[in-house]
């Protein structure tokens, strides 16, 4: 059996040292804060990105370049690894995209190796908590054929819920209307949104005030995990770790699921969704 490597991005949120600590390569989505691009936080932390945002810096993100791609991908494949590629949703990037393209060039010219490309359809965590998934079931053993086959079977099964404190950051990124926004800030409305099987990000409440909201994503993936049974799940939080903790305390009480990876928002992510977001994931039913 040929040895192979697992391919992902920073848009998983998880800490970098879990990409070294497993063998998984990591390409980096970059980011501007005020049109000045940025590959990774070595230049401050995640708290000041976040508390630039909240005095009014202007945050993008970049997808990862065909060129990128090429240089990761040809480096691995010189040194013998067939290749899994775990990309970013589709449906929120064009980096997913430019990997697939990628594996079609050098499956011509590397023949020999096997090169996989799996739209993830999630985000944040919820394409970290799948990459863990995959992790784990390499090191038990499994081949990268079979395991490309249970990424694709099982990744509509991860439930993606969450919150953000401040409908701006939504609006900005064209996710709700002007409206919307203004009313939320007023009323102290709450969405509560989902990535659909599209890997898009739909709406799928309204509520009223913060703590309600915390609540609804916790009841919302109860209602999606149905009977499956998880051992872990994940929770990313843009700098807000105490609603964070009490969503893990929900979890506990009301699921008795005790292992979590909890985790900052980083700037590819946070960009769009803003401080005080709050994200759930688990394996469930239906998404």
């Known amino acids: 059996m040929a040895?192979?490597?697992?391919?992902?991005?920073?848009?998983?949120?998880?800490?970098?040292?879990?990409?070294?600590?497993n063998n998984v390569a990591l390409i980096n989505l970059s980011f501007s804060i005020d049109d000045k691009e940025y590959a990774s936080l070595d230049e401050?932390?995640?708290?000041?990105f976040y508390d630039m945002m909240r005095k009014g810096h202007l945050t993008k993100t970049s997808q990862v370049t065909l060129e990128v791609f090429e240089l990761e991908f040809t480096r691995l494949l010189l040194k013998g690894f067939?290749?899994?590629?775990?990309?970013?949703?589709?449906?929120?990037?064009?980096?997913?995209?430019?990997?697939?393209?990628?594996?079609e060039k050098l499956r011509e010219r590397f023949p020999e190796?096997?090169?996989?490309t799996i739209d993830s359809l999630c985000a944040s965590l919820g394409q970290g908590l799948l990459l863990m998934h995959a992790v784990e079931k390499k090191k038990e053993g499994m081949g990268i054929d079979e395991l490309a086959r249970w990424l694709e079977s099982n990744k509509l099964n991860l439930v993606h819920i969450f919150t953000v404190d401040d409908l701006?950051?939504?609006?900005?990124?064209g996710r709700v209307s002007k409206a919307a926004a203004i009313a939320g800030s007023i009323l102290g409305i709450k969405p509560v949104l989902h990535v659909d099987n599209e890997g898009k990000l739909?709406?799928?409440?309204?509520?009223?005030?913060?703590?309600?909201?915390?609540?609804?994503?916790?009841?919302?993936?109860?209602?999606?995990t149905g009977n499956y049974k998880n051992t872990f799940y994940a929770i990313s939080h843009g700098d807000c770790i105490e609603d964070a903790r009490y969503?893990?305390?929900e979890v506990k009480k009301r699921m008795g699921v005790k292992n979590c990876m909890m985790n900052d928002i980083g700037p590819v992510i946070g960009s769009h969704a803003g401080p005080g977001t709050i994200a759930l994931f688990m394996l469930g039913e239906k998404r």
């Open 3 to 21: 040895n192979y490597i697992i391919v992902s991005e920073n848009s998983t949120d998880l800490p970098e040292n879990y990409f070294t600590e």
């Open 44 to 48: 401050f932390s995640i708290k000041d």
């Open 82 to 103: 067939d290749i899994l590629y775990l990309g970013f949703s589709s449906g929120l990037s064009g980096t997913y995209n430019c990997g697939r393209l990628t594996a």
């Open 113 to 116: 190796r096997k090169i996989y």
């Open 168 to 173: 701006a950051y939504l609006h900005r990124g």
């Open 202 to 224: 739909i709406p799928v409440e309204k509520v009223r005030g913060r703590k309600q909201a915390l609540n609804k994503t916790v009841d919302l993936v109860i209602e999606r």
């Open 247 to 249: 969503v893990e305390s």
